[in-house]
């Protein structure tokens, strides 16, 4: 299987292209087609991972059945019926496509951490807190939090998001939003972690992204609690105080990390077995959350 690295041949307008998706204007609705890219260090690498596209967005899927119980979602009523209908004569993206809503996102990433890792982590060693979240001394990489806590992000058009107080976020959503933003983030957050610890995996944390109708209603959009927006670590080689083995981009990284490269546009070409390492973890990842 070759990795889909960008969409053609479709009779719809492209809306917009980030990292990993495309999205096309399909009138009423947006089409939002997950290609098989992969981006580290916020470079989109010049080779990507066979089928991840599909794996991203049936996790995603899966997830969000079990996230409308909690808020409402961007999908389209009916979406398998929809999708196929926008996507006949170009079946073979429906496995990687999703059919949503047309709503205006928040300018922020609402990130939810259960546990202390990555930046987190290093903010916890500067200063013994994560902004304005002060936690117990004597936390390790990796040890879990007291409870989990709400740590927003701005989102930025180019190069990396900025983490941003509970009070910034508070000023820049306005206060009701914030709050509705911050509770369901946490009860979205503890939802996946509960269903990820059944499973033998944890989450150690996650980003949600909202958006807004023309009536002003708040709506789970984006990606949910997929591999690519969250922290995944295997429960049984969990151990405080050393890096986790990972489901996420963690391995890819970690590859980068030791080749000699400025971090900037272009990466260089990951190696077949980095790809096929990926892909596996990826695919396990899926099939341990959603079985």
Excluded at 161 to 181: P, Q
Excluded at 220 to 237: F, N
Aim: proline share 7%; aromatic share 8%; with cysteine.
């Amino acid at each position: 299987m070759e990795a889909l690295m960008t969409v053609t041949g479709l009779p719809y307008r492209l809306h917009a292209k980030g990292k990993v998706r495309e999205v096309f204007d399909c009138g009423e609705h947006y089409l939002i087609i997950a290609t098989d890219r992969l981006s580290a260090f916020d470079v989109v690498m010049p080779n990507g991972v066979p089928g991840k596209g599909i794996l991203l967005t049936q996790l995603s899927l899966w997830w969000f059945e079990q996230a409308k119980e909690i808020f409402p979602i961007h999908l389209v009523d009916q979406h398998t019926e929809q999708l196929a209908k926008v996507l006949r004569g170009h079946e073979h993206l429906i496995s990687r496509s999703m059919l949503v809503k047309k709503l205006t996102p928040l300018p922020v990433e609402a990130v939810v951490r259960g546990y202390l890792a990555g930046s987190g982590y290093k903010e916890y060693k500067k200063s013994g807190a994560i902004l304005d979240h002060a936690l117990p001394a004597g936390l390790l990489d990796g040890s879990p939090l007291p409870s989990p806590i709400f740590t927003p992000t701005t989102k930025a058009a180019q190069g990396h998001d900025e983490a941003i107080t509970l009070a910034e976020c508070s000023k820049l959503l306005g206060e009701e939003t914030f709050k509705i933003v911050h509770n369901t983030s946490i009860a979205l957050y503890k939802m996946g972690a509960t269903r990820a610890a059944k499973a033998g995996v944890i989450l150690a944390d996650t980003k949600f992204e909202f958006g807004k109708d023309a009536q002003g209603n708040l709506v789970l959009i984006d990606e949910v609690l997929t591999p690519d927006s969250s922290r995944y670590w295997p429960a049984v080689s969990w151990k405080p105080g050393q890096a986790q083995p990972s489901y996420d981009k963690q391995y890819v990284r970690d590859w980068l990390e030791s080749q000699p490269w400025n971090k900037t546009s272009p990466g260089p070409t990951l190696p077949q077995e980095i790809i096929a390492k990926t892909q596996a973890l990826y695919a396990e990842c899926l099939k341990r959350l959603t079985t």
